[in-house]
């Protein structure tokens, strides 16, 4: 089985901007799982009340088999005060993701097609995003993956050194000439968190 990661964004209640780091003690000493290989944490900068927990476990069936045990029930209503919307919960299969993670700042971008587009016309453009970025400054790497169970949507972590940094890679050049190519086939939604690696 292949590595999934779990990208959730959510809107918080105060008492978790308040004091993140009790509340994620309390809900860590309730999950204790083995099967994931690293979380990151953190805040929306375009809005500080979303957050994003993200998680990278061995496999979905891993996921999966964990949301039917008396721990994650437990978990769950311990993370009902930490929630002020209902999650969403992205699953995509994203390689070396780890250092997109943990640079300063995280680009989270997806791609969905517009109707009557296809995949086979997207995916190309994707991978010469992919390999114009390389060498861009203050660039960290990034992981394109399709969304599990979303067969029209592209799932994006980009990391960076700043989110001005990214707005300058892309404002002009061939990178935005890509960025054009992709908006007139998908709608394009993307936002930046600072994370930060947490000890499972």
Do not use: C
């Not at 029930?73 to 311990?78: L, S, Y």
């Not at 890509?178 to 908006?183: A, F, R």
Request: a neutral charge.
């Amino acid at each position: 089985m292949a590595p999934v990661t779990q990208i959730m964004y959510f809107k918080t209640s105060s008492s978790y901007l308040q004091d993140p780091s009790r509340l994620i003690s309390e809900l860590a000493t309730k999950s204790a799982v083995d099967k994931i290989e690293g979380a990151y944490l953190g805040f929306e900068t375009e809005d500080p009340t979303n957050a994003f927990w993200v998680f990278e476990w061995t496999s979905k069936s891993a996921h999966d088999t964990y949301h039917q045990t008396d721990t994650f029930k437990a978990t769950q209503a311990a993370s009902r005060q930490v929630f002020a919307s209902r999650p969403t919960h992205t699953f995509a299969g994203f390689s070396n993701a780890s250092r997109i993670f943990s640079a300063p700042v995280t680009e989270f971008v997806t791609f969905t097609l517009k109707k009557g587009a296809s995949m086979d016309a997207l995916q190309p453009l994707v991978k010469q995003l992919q390999a114009k970025l390389q060498g861009t400054p203050k660039f960290y790497g990034s992981s394109w993956a399709p969304v599990i169970d979303k067969p029209n949507v592209i799932h994006g972590v980009l990391g960076w050194e700043s989110v001005q940094a990214h707005w300058d890679a892309v404002s002009s050049g061939p990178l935005k000439e890509i960025i054009d190519e992709v908006k007139k086939i998908a709608d394009l939604w993307l936002v930046h968190a600072i994370l930060t690696p947490y000890k499972v």
